[in-house]
């Protein structure tokens, strides 16, 4: 199965720092904002308190001037206030008394709840100051005392001046009195508000730049993040697929378009017999000379193609090889690609299906052939010991009586090997020590090995059990045990074994032998075929039959001159008795 591209969101460690730089910059042009915000409001009170104070020292400067005027019957102030308020940032200028009686005033007065009053203000020791945000204007309230600074002289002349010009006493103590006036100028704070909101502006601006930073950050983030799913992916399907293909039971090899090795998996290279670092930029034919030359020049797909692949000194190894070309999302071809499936397992279970299929068909003939002989026989042997009876006294004619009821007791235990392969009896499977099974066939073969002068090695792993018939394995390991001292000459030794093998039981025979060529390997389990001159070329057939009721199964290793090796091997469920 293939793996799901479908992965969980993961922030990594760029996605996550973009994520924080993005917050710490907003964070940022916030505090710059709103302290660019605050540090212009305060330069706008600071200029305007020293401006609105610039004009009250410039005032009280100018009426102490113009208390000489005074004296010759000029009244400066009101002009001095008329003529300041002309100018764009003053708004106004209000002049009162300790009383709150308007001394001198111009401009347009606004109204505002939050302007301190007349007391309020000569009780301070500093100038109070209030923004009248609907009339735009930064105002300033300040104790006015004009005549404070004046020598005492030019007091005493302004007192004389105030009374040529008809002033009473009760007025001059009044006018002494009322030296302290409270002075209200307002200043216009549109150009600041023009400044400010030229401020918003920028920071609206930046804040937009800012934003589009970030969507272009977080655009570029889940970018990122796509392509490093997509990566992933990539890498995941990448690995999955080298797995998948170095899994293969069969070979698979790649080519270009001018037939020359790309790559191939491991299967591929054990049939080409060469490591892949030697079959890259080859071409199938020079890997494989012995395929046909025309093999990949078809249209059509290539199908289970028989072929064999050569083995160097050993036997070629038959494949079946299938083919297809390799295409682009275009359509434009790329190359080919080979499946090479290797066919031995399949060709050893046809020739055991084509063994079965014969000794099958043998066994029901020689069925038949065994009923029809065997009642003849019953007779023929009756006849050879009647006639041994009457040949008493002739040596002769008894010698020839016995030999024909030995050779009538010869073709009856041929027959009854054609019974027991034709007609095999059902196994009575049993729980048994094949140590104790190994032990008594070495027995009952004893005198026959020490008549041959031929040594036998028993080597049998302990605890070991397993479910058999005793006496079938016991008929099988005879039959093994007497053909194998047939092949091997005097001083020769034979090795009888058992073992644990992967859950089951392994029996082996190991002689010294002659040996066997591939050819007598191929029919050494066929009925009637021996290479002894005494043999009948029953005895592996029914022992083939045995194994193969208990679900075993043979593994022969010969060579000519090399002696001869069969092992007996039988799956676990026989060992528990599962049949």
Partial sequence: MIPSANQAFKMSRIALSIVVASILLAVLVLIMTTSSLRREQAMMERFLLNEGLTLIRSFEAGARTSMMHYMRGDSPLTTLVNETTKTEAVAYIHIVDEQGHLVAAAGQWPQAEDRPGVRQVLAGENPLTTLISSAEVFEIASVFMPLADLSPQMQMRHQRW???????????????????????????????????????????IMAGILFLLGGA??????????????????????????????????????????????????????????????????????????????????????????????????????????????????????GTVLILRDIREIRALERQVERSRRLAALGQMAAGIAHEIRNPLSTLRGFAQYFSKQFRDDESGREYADLMI?????????????????????????????????????????????????????????????QADPDLLLQVLINLLQNSMAVTLADGCIELGGCREEGGVRIWVQDTGTGMSEEEMEKMFDPFFTTQKSGTGLGLAVSHQIIEQHHGRFEVVSAPARGTRIDILFPPDTQRGSI
């Fill in 406 to 466: 030995g050779e009538v007791d010869r073709l009856n235990h041929i027959i009854s090997a054609l019974l027991q392969f034709a007609r095999p009896r059902d196994p009575d499977f049993q729980e048994i020590d094949p140590c104790t099974l190994l032990a008594k066939a070495a027995q009952l073969l004893e005198q026959d090995f020490a008549g041959r002068q031929q040594t036998l090695q028993l080597e049998c792993e302990k605890n070991l059990t397993m």
């Fill in 217 to 334: 950050g977080f655009y570029f983030l889940f970018l990122y993040q796509g392509i490093r799913v997509s990566r992933s992916t990539l890498a995941n399907m990448e690995l999955y697929t080298e797995n998948v293909i170095k899994s293969m039971p069969a070979g698979l090899i790649t080519l270009d378009q001018r037939a020359r090795i790309v790559s191939c998996n491991a299967k591929a290279e054990e049939l080409a017999g060469k490591p892949f670092a030697s079959l890259v930029n080859k071409r199938i034919a020079e890997v494989f000379p012995h395929w046909p030359s025309d093999l990949l020049d078809h249209d059509q797909p290539l199908l289970e193609a028989p072929l064999d692949c050569p083995q160097g000194n050993g036997e070629p190894i038959p494949v079946k090889v299938s083919g297809s070309r390799l295409q682009d999302q275009e359509g434009m071809e790329l």
């Fill in 162 to 204: 105030q009374q040529r010009n008809g002033v009473s006493s009760q007025q001059l103590v009044a006018g002494e009195e009322s030296r302290r006036q409270v002075i209200f100028i307002g200043l216009r704070t549109s150009e600041f508000a023009q400044a400010r909101e030229h401020g918003v502006k920028h920071s609206w």
